[in-house]
T-cell receptor
Framework: AQSVTQLDSHVSVSEGTPVLLRCNYS??????LFWYVQHPNKGLQLLLK??????LVKGINGFEAEFKKSETSFHLTKPSAHMSDAAEYFC????????????FGQGTRLTINP | ETGVTQTPRHLVMGMTNKKSLKCEQH?????MYWYKQSAKKPLELMFV???????ENNSVPSRFSPECPNSSHLFLHLHTLQPEDSALYLC????????????FGSGTRLTVV
């Protein structure tokens, strides 16, 4: 069975400094992995996805994530945080079983300090 | 706009009321989903529709009744709700045969009084 663990419920960084949001997954076969972002009172927006192509995935707004099979990790990074990055971030693993099913992590709230 | 439109954006209803949430997508997707997002809890999958057929009911109470008349429209009919049903209800759509992820709507913020 698939599962996903986001290692930090809350991350706080200063504007202009790097962002690291950590995610570990468990999957019985090659997974597809996603990061979604949710701004306050909004729906979820897809940031990036890994689907067994390149292990370093680039997404929108300067975010990227690296799939590391040996570590079962899919951490999200950004070199320089912007105030507009403040949001909730969800790491997600895909179960393809008929209609595909996504398993969501608990979420990491990212706070950006001026 | 993401391509998935949910109405209304906000809804306040009494426990004896009947209301419906609506979701519409014109992305050509063939699967649609209802999720519930409560404070301090992970997203909960409620229902899955694949080519208009319900393929998943995740032990949702019968006071929530989904309807999918075609692949572009999804409804969630609500009746005799409880205050603990207050949450953000998110609709999503996807293709079933490719790992492109879901496209989510902006959600309906439901408050049951």
């Amino acid at each position: 069975a698939q599962s996903v663990t986001q290692l930090d419920s809350h991350v706080s960084v200063s504007e202009g400094t790097p962002v690291l949001l950590r995610c570990n997954y468990s999957s019985s076969y090659s997974p597809s992995l996603f990061w979604y972002v949710q701004h306050p009172n909004k729906g979820l927006q897809l940031l990036l996805k890994y689907t067994s192509a390149a292990t370093l995935v680039k997404g929108i707004n300067g975010f990227e994530a690296e799939f590391k099979k040996s570590e079962t990790s899919f951490h999200l990074t950004k070199p320089s945080a912007h105030m507009s990055d403040a949001a909730e971030y969800f790491c997600v693993v895909s179960m393809v079983q008929g209609a595909q099913k996504l398993v969501f992590g608990q979420g990491t709230r990212l706070t950006i300090n001026p | 706009e993401t391509g998935v439109t949910q109405t209304p954006r906000h809804l306040v209803m009494g426990m004896t009321n009947k209301k419906s949430l609506k979701c519409e997508q014109h992305l050509g997707h063939n699967a649609m989903y209802w999720y519930k997002q409560s404070a301090k809890k992970p997203l909960e999958l409620m229902f899955v529709y694949n080519f208009k057929e319900q393929t998943e009911n995740n032990s949702v109470p019968s006071r929530f009744s989904p309807e999918c008349p075609n692949s572009s429209h999804l409804f969630l009919h609500l009746h005799t709700l409880q205050p603990e049903d207050s949450a953000l209800y998110l609709c999503a759509s996807s293709f079933t045969d490719r790992d492109y992820g879901y496209t989510f709507g902006s959600g309906t913020r439901l408050t049951v009084v």
